[in-house]
């Protein structure tokens, strides 16, 4: 059974940066993709970043060159960095994974907290 966990969140001022990290255990992340969500009470859950397991990646919008997704398989590790970071950024950030096998499978963090005042 996959398990997924995140840590690296905490508490910065506007403009600093955060490296938050996913890690996999109980199995590897397969070539399907690993996507950082993030989530605000009452507001739907977006789409960070996200790579594939061939190194292709997708960003919010909202991202603007800010973040970076990268993935050590050795580690079975997915890192989100984060550059320039801004109070609308503050969220619980949620690594999430999925792969078909007969059926698809899809498995969640419990997030980390991301706060950024000014």
């Known amino acids: 059974q996959l398990r997924l966990v995140e840590f690296g969140g905490g508490s910065v001022q506007v403009g600093g940066s955060l490296k938050l990290s996913c890690v996999a255990s109980?199995?590897?992340?397969?070539?399907?993709?690993v996507t950082w969500f993030r989530q605000v009470p009452g507001k739907e859950r977006e789409l960070v970043a996200q790579i594939t397991g061939a190194d292709t990646t997708n960003y919010g919008d909202f991202v603007q060159g800010r973040f970076t997704i990268t993935r050590d398989d050795a580690k079975n590790m997915v890192y989100l960095q984060m550059e320039n970071l801004k109070p609308s950024d503050s969220a619980l950030y949620l690594c999430h994974h999925y792969y078909y096998s007969n059926y698809r499978y899809d498995y969640w963090g419990q997030g980390t907290q991301v706060t950024v005042s000014s």
């Open positions: 109980g199995s590897t992340f397969t070539s399907y993709p």
